[in-house]
């Protein structure tokens, strides 16, 4: 089975610092990985993926991921985070199996604070 | 394109009362999902579809069922609606096993 870990409830920063959010996953298959963003009040959208090819994959708001299969890892990074940024980061798990089914991380909210 | 739809956005429901979700895409997807969002839990997949007709259980079925009588509709239903069913409830959609998009969600309270 797979499973995906956010350690992180909650990440505080201030604005233009850096930041890391961290997510492991779990799975005896190959996969893909998924960070999507939730702001306040509204649904999920797609930040970045990784289905295959090279491990670093950036999303046009500055955000990079890497995969990194010996560490079972996909964490999220940005050099200089805005106020703007302030949401929920959600890391998600697909087999890319015949249903697409997505297994969620808990979330990690990011705080940018002024 | 409207994207993925979800009606109604809130709802207030007694113990008991039944109602249905309504989830539309105009993206001719096949694949359509129903989530559930707690707070500290993340999204747990309810049903999905991988087609028109075609229902399937995902993680936290139990007090839920589906329907997928057209390809562009997905409805999750509650028979008799319990506190525990208190959520936020997302509904996504996806071209077989490509990126999955969600609506904006339906708040739902039930007392």
């Known amino acids: 089975a797979q499973s995906v870990t956010q350690l992180d409830s909650q990440v505080p920063v201030f604005e233009e610092a850096p930041v890391e959010l961290r997510c492991n996953y779990s799975s005896s298959v190959s996969v893909y990985l998924f960070w999507y963003v939730q702001y306040p009040n509204q649904g999920l959208q797609l930040l970045l993926k990784y289905l295959s090819g090279s491990t670093l994959v950036e999303s046009i708001n500055g955000f990079e991921a890497e995969f990194n299969k010996s560490q079972t890892s996909f964490h999220l990074r940005k050099p200089s985070v805005h106020i703007s940024d302030t949401a929920e980061y959600f890391c998600?798990?697909?087999?890319?199996?015949?249903?697409?089914?997505?297994?969620f991380g808990t979330g990690t909210l990011l705080a940018v604070q002024p | 394109n409207a994207g993925v739809t979800q009606t109604p956005k809130f709802r207030v429901l007694k113990t008991g009362q039944s109602m249905t979700l309504l989830c539309a895409q105009d993206m001719n997807h096949e694949y359509m999902y129903w989530y559930r969002q707690d707070p500290g839990m993340g999204l747990r997949l309810i049903h999905y579809?991988?087609?028109?007709?075609?229902?399937a259980k995902g993680e936290v079925p139990d007090g839920y069922n589906v329907s997928r009588l057209k390809k562009q509709n997905f409805l999750l239903g509650l028979e008799s609606a319990a506190p525990s069913q208190t959520s936020v409830y997302f509904c996504a959609s996806s071209w077989l096993q490509e990126t999955q998009y969600f609506g904006p969600g339906t708040r739902l309270l039930v007392l």
């Open positions: 998600a798990v697909s087999d890319g199996g015949a249903t697409n089914k997505l297994i």
């Open positions: 579809s991988v087609g028109e007709g075609t229902t």
